[in-house]
């Protein structure tokens, strides 16, 4: 049995930024897995117990039994409270406990994609007990570790894979959402469009286009009257998508032309990630 070729993609870039946080972790000394990073309430610890207890979840192993303590200011929702599980139950893990399960659960994990045979549309666990198809728990977890390995370097100072094959997925993922962003959240207008210019290591231009009924579809070409252009970096773009930033935090490296309220609509809900 091998791999599904639609499913290759998602495998590379999984292991690529896993084997990047691997070499991140490994030498860190204890109290530096407490450095807080960009993922709200989250430290490099809870990271890495993340991604363990995902990767851990996408094997098939029971999740952990364990009662959330009752102040996590951060976890506010269901989905929340599922995420926090698998990281509050290794809060006191040590260093040498938190690389060797990180290495343990790396080597199962490409064990299982080395054997996979199953067909992209095969249900398999989400989260808070739905199903999904492997080819979309696969590219979430290609997109979700691309990110936490990003958080990763913020918080460690050391930047990097901006442009890796995680980037890519991630870019895709945030591009999906968009639609809905412009057109139902930020409410704007049927009949108009919405440019994102976005430079850097990955770079891309999109357009947004609401139709007479308010819905929202995307596409490569350009606008010619667009209602608003928004042009920023990629780092910025995934920043403020992933709710790693708040728009205040990064208005001098957003440039938004057109009409100022709906750009400021677009940003306030720009942040896609549960």
Not at 61 to 87: F, S
Not at 120 to 148: S, Y
Not at 233 to 247: F, H, M, N, S
Request: negative net charge; charged residues 25%.
């Amino acid at each position: 049995m091998s791999l599904h070729p639609s499913l290759q993609t998602y495998a590379d870039a999984w292991t690529h930024s896993v084997e990047a946080i691997t070499e991140l972790v490994q030498p860190l000394v204890e109290g530096e897995w407490n450095r807080a990073t960009p993922c709200p309430g989250w430290s490099v610890r809870d990271i890495v117990s993340h991604v363990i207890g995902l990767d851990c979840e996408m094997l098939g192993d029971p999740r952990p039994i364990h009662t959330l303590p009752r102040d996590l200011y951060h976890v506010k929702t269901d989905h929340q409270r599922y995420m926090e599980m698998q990281v509050d139950v290794r809060r006191h893990h040590t260093a040498p406990e938190m690389t060797s399960e990180l290495e343990y659960t790396v080597i199962r994990r490409m064990r299982q994609l080395r054997n996979e045979g199953r067909h992209p549309e095969a249900t398999v666990r989400g989260p808070l007990g739905t199903e999904q198809t492997l080819e979309h728990a696969m590219r979430m977890r290609a997109f979700d570790i691309w990110v936490h390995e990003q958080d990763l370097r913020a918080a460690l100072g050391q930047p990097g894979n901006l442009d890796s094959p995680g980037a890519y997925v991630t870019r895709d993922v945030l591009l999906a959402a968009l639609p809905k962003v412009v057109a139902k959240d930020a409410g704007a207008p049927a009949n108009s469009a919405v440019v994102f210019d976005v430079n850097g290591p990955v770079d891309f231009l999109r357009t947004v286009r609401v139709d007479a009924e308010g819905r929202g579809t995307i596409d490569g070409a350009p606008s010619l009257g667009p209602a608003v252009t928004l042009s920023m970096d990629w780092e910025t773009y995934y920043r403020l998508a992933c709710g790693r930033v708040q728009p205040l935090d990064v208005a001098d490296g957003v440039k938004s032309e057109g009409d100022q309220d709906l750009a400021a609509a677009i940003l306030r809900h720009f942040a896609v990630t549960p």
